[in-house]
């Protein structure tokens, strides 16, 4: 898998996931705002994020050999600066 594969890839998953869902910033923003209850605590659009990159990365620890962590653990970090505006 080359570079290029791999952030073309994350590209088509997050184009996919806003035609479906929404777009990102609008759902990470949701989510934030759920996991705030939850929690008891400001809860960033970042922060969800970042906590799904933690997630990915448990289970990439689990099989290294995921790629769809993998993919997803670039796509959230691609939205970062998106949702940092």
Same mark, same amino acid.
């Not at 960033?44 to 790629?67: E, F, G, S, W, Y």
């Given at each position: #898998?080359?570079?290029?594969?791999? $952030?073309?890839? /994350?590209?088509? &998953?997050?184009?996919? !996931?806003?035609?479906? %869902? ?5 759902? $990470? !923003?949701?989510?934030? /705002? +759920?996991?705030? $209850? ?9 922060? &969800?994020?970042?906590? #799904?990159?933690? $997630?990915? #990365?448990? !289970? ?6 995921? !790629? ?7 796509? %959230? ?7 940092? +505006?």
């Amino acid at each position: #898998m080359t570079q290029h594969t791999i $952030l073309t890839q /994350a590209a088509a &998953v997050i184009k996919s !996931r806003a035609e479906t %869902y929404g777009p990102a910033n609008t759902a $990470l !923003r949701a989510i934030a /705002a +759920r996991w705030s $209850l939850t929690l008891g605590q400001p809860i960033t659009p970042a922060q &969800v994020a970042l906590c #799904m990159i933690d $997630l990915k #990365m448990v !289970r990439l620890a689990h099989d290294p050999n995921h !790629r769809d962590s993998l993919v997803d653990v670039i796509g %959230y970090a691609a939205l970062i600066p998106e949702v940092q +505006r």
